[in-house]
């Protein structure tokens, strides 16, 4: 990555992560880093399990593997139901696309980030849009997901922007990226193929979506590249725990996190709280040090795991070969064995958050728990993992349940 770069490129989604940063009052600040471009570091030291930010994402859409099984919000992600299911009361649904929404709000925030110009115009159009993106397999949802963004984009002003008036092409302009070919490490002799299949998309989405001017097939493969280097999966459940979709999001201030095969923090997306689905929840794996950056591990650990670092997030991991590395789980059950270290949360919108206070009692409670259940998987084999999940499972049930009678009384 050219660090010369650095200075003028992406200066109003790096002006945005500092603002959120800073309204946040958070122990984190951006940095630039001259190997691996913009990063994330601590202002302070910072125990473990501690959370270090909490963030609503950019954009998010549910998986098409996931949309197969389960009915969820359109907005928020929430399961509604298993699709073959009886129907739940829904707060509405969009005559056009058939999208299902669990609130009024959701339908109203839905219609503000540019769901009209999804459901507007030609359902030809659109349809065959939605045909060649199922086609394109796990590129196909990078689209998707990029096609809900332009939409936002298109929407006259941003509302995450901190002033309000920037577009939200101004803040994509920022993310790190490439074209999706590079990031699919598509063979040459399929490049003409990929430029145009993007060319016929663009096509199809100018129909529906107004585009800013000049926005080419080379942006909309730079803007789906982006989606597919900065994107994360996420998981959210129902109210009740009994469901999860899942999906992919895009985060500002999360996606400038760099990864490490031996990652400090870790990226969960799947409290069950209302007031976070959806959002990314950045927490400490380790205790930190102040200046320490913040790593992630963008890919569970596989014999392969450079080489797909390396073909979709275009960088080469110069981690320390053959490190006895700790997985976020094992590393998570060694300190909630060491006593009281586990805690949520240190943001402040997360600290405004009463339900949040609560969940980190309910999170704390469950990483004593699943250290506990670690002790006995040792010694009985893989009949523990059912356990555990029988006793997450028993946490997130009893979690809702006293969210819901402290939210009636
Ligand atoms: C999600 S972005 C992270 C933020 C990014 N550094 C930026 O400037 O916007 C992912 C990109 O960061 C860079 N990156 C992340 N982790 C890295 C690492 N361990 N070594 C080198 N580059 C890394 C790669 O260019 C990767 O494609």
Redesign the pocket.
């Known amino acids: 990555?050219d660090a010369t770069l650095l200075d003028d490129r992406h200066v109003d989604l790096q002006q945005h992560r500092r603002d959120f940063l800073a309204a946040e009052g958070s122990s984190l600040e951006l940095i630039a880093l001259p190997?691996?471009?913009?990063?994330v570091r601590t202002t302070a030291s910072i125990e473990a399990g501690c959370c270090l930010l909490a963030e609503p994402p950019l954009a998010i859409i549910q998986l098409q593997s996931s949309r197969e099984d389960t009915v969820a919000c359109e907005h928020c992600l929430l399961p509604l139901r298993q699709k073959d299911a009886e129907d739940v009361q829904t707060s509405g649904e969009c005559s056009f696309c058939r999208a299902t929404y669990c609130c009024e709000q959701c339908v109203s925030d839905a219609w503000a980030s540019g769901h009209d110009f999804l459901r507007a115009s030609s359902r030809i159009e659109l349809e065959h849009l939605e045909q060649l993106l199922v086609e394109l397999g796990n590129v196909g949802e990078a689209f998707r997901l990029a096609l809900k963004l332009l939409a936002k984009g298109a929407m006259s002003t941003c509302p995450d922007a901190t002033d309000g008036r920037s577009s939200i092409f101004t803040l994509l302009d920022g993310?790190?990226g490439a074209p999706w070919w590079e990031t699919a490490a598509l063979a040459p002799e399929l490049l003409q193929e990929a430029r145009s299949t993007t060319a016929t998309i663009l096509e199809l989405v100018q129909h529906f979506i107004p585009l800013p001017p000049n926005f080419g097939v080379n942006d909309m493969a730079k803007l789906v590249g982006q989606v597919r280097?900065?994107a994360v999966e996420v998981l959210v459940p129902s109210e009740d725990g009994a469901i999860v979709a899942r999906g992919l999001a895009v985060y500002c201030v999360a996606?400038?996190?760099?990864?490490?095969c031996k990652p400090n923090c870790t990226l969960q997306s799947c409290l069950p709280l209302p007031e976070l689905r959806g959002w990314a929840v950045l927490q400490a794996l380790n205790d930190l040090d102040e200046g320490e950056e913040v790593t992630i591990e963008y890919l569970e650990d596989a014999p392969d795991r450079h080489k797909q670092l390396l073909e979709q997030?275009?960088?080469q991991?110069?981690?320390e070969k053959g490190r006895q590395r700790l997985s976020h789980h094992e590393t998570i059950f060694r300190h909630a064995a060491d006593g009281e270290k586990s805690r949520l949360p240190g943001s402040r919108a997360a600290r405004g958050c009463p339900a949040f206070v609560r969940a980190g009692h309910w999170w704390s409670k469950r990483l004593r728990l699943q250290a506990l259940v670690r002790v006995d998987a040792s010694a009985c084999g893989c009949v523990c993992i059912i356990y555990i999940y029988i006793l997450e499972f028993m946490y997130v049930s009893l979690y809702a349940q006293q969210f819901h009678s402290t939210c009636r009384t």
């Open positions: 990555m190997d691996k471009g913009f990063g993310f790190w280097m900065n996606s400038a996190v760099n990864h490490d997030w275009r960088f991991c110069i981690c």
